[in-house]
């Protein structure tokens, strides 16, 4: 059986760590506030981008010679891009996409495609490298708190591969954000674009007919080669939106479970503590009763 001075020294470290599993929490609360309202800010110029790239789609005359938007016949290449964190302490948030990602992979080479990867977060590049795969393009250092321009590097990236015909497919792996205590792990075709990204439902042909005709300037073609790179930008960054809150809550979630064991566990050895110490009683007065008798 542990001494007393053993058990109130696992219970002064239990006590530090639990400090620190409770800054985590207050911490990554913050962020996640500040992620949500990023994601909420997003949300109307993501939509407003593919309202625009509808209304031009259907005024241009062929698109079918954009780099973007072209399908392959044969998909010999694909590109698997997982969305990552940089640091760890977030239970099962790195794990689960790395698992989806390496699935993708396994269907892929099944098929009797290849697979190449750009990788987004420290802890996705470690894992894959670990596994001897080759990842010759990685992005770490903004997974926390990712800007535009974070997303703009890895759609340019990405769009480079796909135009040059290096890869055939992009697939990006995220978790989605649901809430604190959920995340869903996401894989989503981002190249070659959807063609259904042109069309328009019925309710906005019918809102557009309203308005009346447009007159672009320049070509509609021209302008929706420029906007289509956007689009992915967009695409990206709302992913690395997503995936940053993910983490947060993830975070928030597991260092809360922590500090809660934390608790839990030196109630438990506080408890083994008070018996050590009234055993150590009980005995001090038994040596004292038997060395009165002894001498009496």
Same mark, same amino acid.
């Given at each position: 059986m542990a001494s007393v001075q053993?058990?109130?020294?696992?219970?002064?470290?239990?006590?530090?760590?639990?400090?620190?599993? +409770?800054?985590? *929490?207050? !911490?990554?609360?913050?962020?996640?506030?500040?992620? &949500?309202?990023?994601?909420?800010?997003?949300?109307? /110029? %993501? =939509?407003?981008m593919s309202d625009l790239i509808a209304? !031009?789609?259907?005024a241009a005359s062929s698109v079918r010679s954009l780099p973007l938007l072209q399908q392959r016949e044969a998909i010999e290449t694909v590109l698997i891009v997982p969305l990552t964190g940089d640091r760890g302490l977030a239970g099962a948030f790195n794990g689960q996409v790395? +698992?989806?990602?390496?699935? #993708?992979?396994?269907? %892929? *080479? %099944? *098929?009797? &495609?290849?697979?190449?990867? !750009?990788?987004?977060?420290?802890?996705?590049?470690?894992t894959l490298?670990?596994?001897? +795969? =080759?990842?010759? =393009?990685?992005? !770490?250092?903004?997974? =926390?708190?990712?800007? /535009?321009?974070? %997303? &703009?590097a890895v759609a340019h990236r990405v769009a480079e591969l796909y135009a040059e015909a290096e890869v055939d497919r992009v697939v990006?792996?995220?978790?989605?954000?649901?809430?604190? #205590?959920?995340?869903?792990?996401?894989d989503r075709d981002v190249l070659p674009i959807s063609p259904e990204v042109l069309e328009t439902d019925d309710e906005k042909r019918r809102e557009n007919a309203l308005r009346g005709d447009f007159i672009f300037e320049p070509e509609p073609e021209e302008i929706l080669a420029r906007l289509l790179p956007v689009y992915l930008e967009t695409q990206v960054y709302r992913a690395l939106l997503e995936s940053a809150a993910s983490f947060q809550g993830a975070q928030m979630t597991a260092m809360r479970n922590a500090s809660k064991n934390a608790g839990e566990l030196i109630d438990r050895v506080t408890l083994q503590m008070n018996r050590?110490? &009234?055993?150590?009683i009980t005995q001090e007065i038994l040596e004292v009763v038997a060395g009165a008798e002894a001498l009496s």
């Open positions: 053993d058990l109130k020294r696992r219970i002064r470290s239990v006590t530090n760590t639990r400090k620190i599993t +409770r800054a985590l *929490e207050l !911490v990554a609360a913050a962020k996640l506030r500040r992620a &949500q309202t990023r994601i909420e800010a997003m949300r109307p /110029y %993501a =939509d407003t209304g !031009v789609g259907r790395v +698992r989806r990602a390496l699935a #993708l992979e396994r269907a %892929a *080479e %099944a *098929e009797g &495609q290849k697979v190449r990867w !750009v990788v987004v977060g420290k802890k996705g590049r470690s490298a670990f596994r001897g +795969r =080759d990842v010759r =393009d990685s992005y !770490v250092g903004f997974a =926390d708190a990712p800007s /535009y321009g974070d %997303a &703009q990006l792996v995220y978790n989605t954000y649901v809430s604190a #205590l959920t995340q869903t792990v996401t050590a110490r &009234q055993a150590e």
